[in-house]
């Protein structure tokens, strides 16, 4: 079989988007298909030095470049341009190869569809997020972005009703949804051939060898806070819960994305000097790990995500989560394995939160265990060889049915001319 993977953002030994658009080249290629993907002339590098190191026969890679070299200062104008670009590639290696199908991976949003469908092949899209918003009433942590994620949130309920939208997202074949809120959105323009999919999975080499055991552990109770510390993310909002919460507990932020004085400042107005643990940056790769093994619980405040990798990340070691109970975390993340809350004003939210760090720190160490135990069991059902696995059937059931119009049609037509 030979697909047509568009994948913009691709790179190895990457996390977010140039790690997915990797991982699926790479675990479709594993499973002996002729993978020919589309990828921003920017990561060849990156590529090149891994295939080096990894050779993967039945990958090849087609960089597509942007001409206009002012484009590349304006990253969502550069990736528009990159898909007509890419279009042009798609379409002669379609003719030249005759691929069969093309699966858009990265980046993927409902606001900026795939232009795959063009080509006159099935394609499938996604998993595709974007359909999520904000809850209106925290906005105040957004600050003085604010405006813009109000002016976002209009725009993302406004797609229902771009004709333009809903004629591209109709021409795809199947579309991955990756939160509810992406699925009914999509759904909503008509697109039925559409189901739920986690927009992340993790390699097997990834996962603990087993749960967390808690016997030996000590108070305080040990937090963990993951990411990037965008707006949305919500630094703040888990600052003033810890404030809040009456529980022995610390928490250590794993990140970087705001200047370390504006962090260590949000520290101090809280007074959290002494409970706070920050080391100014982000931390690799095997500290991560590290990291999840040797704390007690993920607290996750993103307050608009299509998932969130590093939840996944989190529950692959066995760690369980403290989360807002929304997008993809409400889809996904299993209730045995985590504590959600429930999103009101920035006073009940802030609450939620302290309690659900509370209740945590009372339970025993086997019921920690448990939720640990839940946690990495479901964190296994979301690799990268069963999401490939999954969309090499998903091709073949596609391809299937096509054949079988076409064959109809012909049979039709023939019964016509006789």
Not at 37 to 61: D, S
Not at 230 to 246: Q, V
Request: glycine share 6%; aromatic share 8%; hydrophobic share 45%.
């Amino acid at each position: 079989m030979r697909v047509l993977l568009s994948a913009y953002a691709c790179r190895p030994n990457a996390g977010s988007e140039p790690g997915c658009g990797w991982n699926w080249a790479t675990h479709l290629a594993a499973r002996g298909i002729q993978v020919h993907v589309l990828v921003a002339q920017r990561n060849r590098e990156a590529i090149e030095a891994g295939l080096k190191v990894n050779p993967h026969p039945n990958l090849h890679f087609n960089y597509v470049s942007v001409p206009a070299e002012w484009v590349k200062k304006y990253e969502s104008l550069h990736y528009v341009c990159w898909q007509v670009v890419a279009l042009k590639i798609a379409r002669k290696l379609v003719r030249e190869l005759r691929i069969p199908i093309a699966h858009h991976v990265t980046y993927a949003s409902v606001h900026v569809p795939s232009q795959l469908w063009r080509l006159g092949i099935p394609v499938v899209f996604g998993p595709v997020g974007g359909g999520q918003t904000a809850p209106a009433e925290m906005l105040t942590y957004f600050g003085n972005d604010s405006l813009k994620e109000r002016r976002r949130s209009f725009i993302t309920r406004a797609l229902r009703f771009s004709p333009f939208h809903r004629r591209w997202l109709r021409r795809m074949n199947f579309i991955l949804a990756a939160n509810s809120d992406t699925l009914n959105l999509v759904q909503s323009m008509g697109c039925q051939s559409a189901q739920l999919m986690c927009d992340t999975a993790m390699p097997l080499s990834y996962f603990a060898e087993r749960p967390i055991g808690f016997e030996q552990r000590e108070p305080p109770l040990k937090l963990l806070w993951v990411g990037r510390m965008l707006r949305r993310k919500a630094l703040p909002l888990a600052l003033d819960a810890l404030k809040e919460a009456r529980a022995d507990a610390t928490l250590t932020i794993a990140g970087d994305g705001m200047e370390p004085h504006h962090v260590r400042q949000a520290i101090a107005e809280r007074n959290l000097q002494q409970r706070v643990f920050w080391k100014g940056s982000r931390l690799s790769w095997g500290e991560l790990r590290e990291a999840y093994a040797g704390h007690d619980a993920m607290l996750f405040t993103s307050l608009r995500d299509s998932f969130g990798s590093q939840v996944l990340e989190a529950m692959a070691m066995g760690l369980p989560v403290i989360t807002l109970d929304l997008n993809g975390a409400h889809d996904f993340v299993p209730d045995g394995a985590s504590l959600k809350v429930r999103v009101g004003g920035p006073e009940e939210t802030v609450g939620g939160l302290a309690r659900a760090i509370e209740n945590y720190a009372s339970i025993s160490a086997h019921e920690r265990a448990e939720m640990s135990k839940q946690a990495w069991e479901f964190a296994r059902t979301l690799t990268w060889a069963a999401r490939a696995e999954f969309a090499e059937d998903l091709y073949r059931q596609i391809l299937s049915k096509r054949t079988h119009l076409e064959n109809a049609s012909a049979s039709e037509v023939a019964t016509v001319e006789v």
